[in-house]
């Protein structure tokens, strides 16, 4: 792939040539990086994806999963979220043990591989429910991948359990948990998440129980949701972060940008300065610079089409990244700030969202093995020849 830099601005210029000669990203030039536009623009989404075709070549991976958020309570109350309710609320629920196992085993006829199971921080639960989820899901399914509790619920269940974080994640593990969202993220940055939520989880406290994790054998995700009050230097800032950090454990398997949907968020409804998620730019900008930041450190750049939609998720794959996330079933927590994509890509539509633009579907597990050998959901099969739960088609809706 030739990239010309010759046309365009002396300082970008710079930074992408010595990117391109195998020179780590620094904050500063990440941040310049981040603000380009136009031609500047073109040139870092070339560069992304060079180091793409570079580190992943043409093959783009999406996992089979299911999303399961037991609990819509939550007593934090974060401004830029609709999913919490309070306790009394109308539309307050908490799935039994029972209800979640039937979720996962109905997943697991349909193709799962993985669960990837979330929630509110309800004020009533026992900080051993997460452990009993994992349990009761493992008794059924023991080959199901448990991806589970953000950052926060491991805080929240610690602190109630008064455990530390490495003594409650290694009981988590040996009950079976796979591996942990790194959700709860927000931006790293002590001023904009007072902004976001108030008192949730610090900074410092999200890379510590991220690095528990990683210590006790759990491989985790990172995220960034962007675009409501933050800026170029928060992102530079919150990705650097976490690539120091990957430096010293290895833990990470993807970082994974989440755009801010603010359409119903009170964040966003309730404040004058809160900008409407982000722009296009910034979506391709973001994506294209974590590319260049992590090369050589998180080989995924996941696109979350919950929050791109498919069309920019599809088009992402030209300037860095390489894997589409979750086919994921059910969709609660953008749904309930407005998202307008649906709950569900099939696998299916996932193959023909990464053949359309010229790129090789790879079914993954959680952690980016291959999971070809369970895949039957190829389109060019007759429908006779694949899988029953592809035969069947069985519908999510009914217990959702
Ligand atoms: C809803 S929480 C569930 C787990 C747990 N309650 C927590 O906050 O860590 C998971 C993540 O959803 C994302 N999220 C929530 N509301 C969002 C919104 N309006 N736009 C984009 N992402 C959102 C945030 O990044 C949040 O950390
Ligand atoms: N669950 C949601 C995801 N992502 C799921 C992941 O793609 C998958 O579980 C992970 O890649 C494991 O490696 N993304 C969203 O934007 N919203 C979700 O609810
Ligand atoms: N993509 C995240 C999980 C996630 C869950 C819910 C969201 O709203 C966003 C992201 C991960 O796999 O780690
Ligand atoms: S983001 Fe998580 S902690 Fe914050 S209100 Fe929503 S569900 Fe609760």
């Known amino acids: 792939m030739i990239i010309n830099l010759s046309n365009i601005a002396t300082p970008i210029a710079k930074i992408l040539d010595s990117v391109l000669c195998g020179s780590e990203l620094t904050e500063q030039d990440a941040t310049a990086l981040l603000q380009c536009d136009g031609k500047e623009l ?62 996962a085993s109905q ?22 429910f997460y452990r009993d989820i994992v349990q009761a899901i493992k008794n059924e399914l023991p080959e199901l991948h448990i991806h589970a509790f953000s ?32 959700t709860a993220a927000e931006i790293l940055d002590t001023q904009v998440r007072q902004r976001l939520t108030k008192n949730k989880l610090s900074t410092q406290a999200w890379l510590e129980i991220i690095e528990a994790a990683h210590q006790v054998g759990l491989a985790s995700t990172a995220t960034m949701m962007y675009g409501h009050v933050d800026s170029a230097h928060h992102w530079a800032d919150h990705m650097v972060r976490i690539r120091e950090l990957q430096k010293r454990t290895g833990g990470f398997t993807e ?59 599809m088009e992402s794959q030209a300037y860095g990244v390489n894997d589409l996330g979750g086919t994921l079933m059910n969709e609660s927590i953008s749904r309930a700030a407005g998202a307008l994509y649906g709950q569900e890509v099939t696998a299916d539509e996932m193959q023909k969202m990464i053949r359309s633009a010229g790129y090789l579907p790879r079914q993954r597990t959680t952690l980016y093995g291959d999971a070809a050998s369970i895949n039957e959901a190829c389109p060019d099969k007759p429908l006779e020849q694949r899988s029953p739960w592809q035969q069947q088609q069985i519908p999510v809706w009914e217990v959702a």
């Open 107 to 128: 997943a697991h006829q349909r193709g799962a591989t993985e669960v990837c199971i979330q929630g509110g921080l309800h004020p009533d639960i026992s900080p051993y």
């Open 42 to 103: 073109k040139a870092v989404m070339d560069v992304a994806h060079s180091l793409r075709l570079k580190t992943n070549g043409k093959t783009t991976s999406y996992v089979v999963t299911r999303n399961i958020n037991f609990t819509n309570v939550c007593y934090m109350a974060c401004r830029f979220c609709n999913y919490g309710k309070a306790k009394d609320d109308a539309s307050a629920e908490l799935l039994s043990l029972n209800e979640i196992v039937a979720r």
């Open 255 to 313: 970082f994974v940008p989440l755009g801010f949907i603010h359409y119903d968020s009170p964040l966003y409804l309730e404040s004058t300065d809160v900008r409407p998620g982000p722009t296009r730019r910034e979506h391709m900008a973001i994506h294209a610079v974590a590319r260049i930041l992590f090369h050589g450190h998180i080989d995924n750049i996941q696109a979350s089409w919950v929050k791109l939609g498919p069309q920019l998720a």
């Open 151 to 182: 950052p926060f619920e491991i805080y929240y269940g610690a602190r109630k359990s008064r455990t530390s974080y490495v003594d409650f994640l290694a009981d988590l593990k040996q009950a079976g948990l796979g591996s942990v969202p790194g």
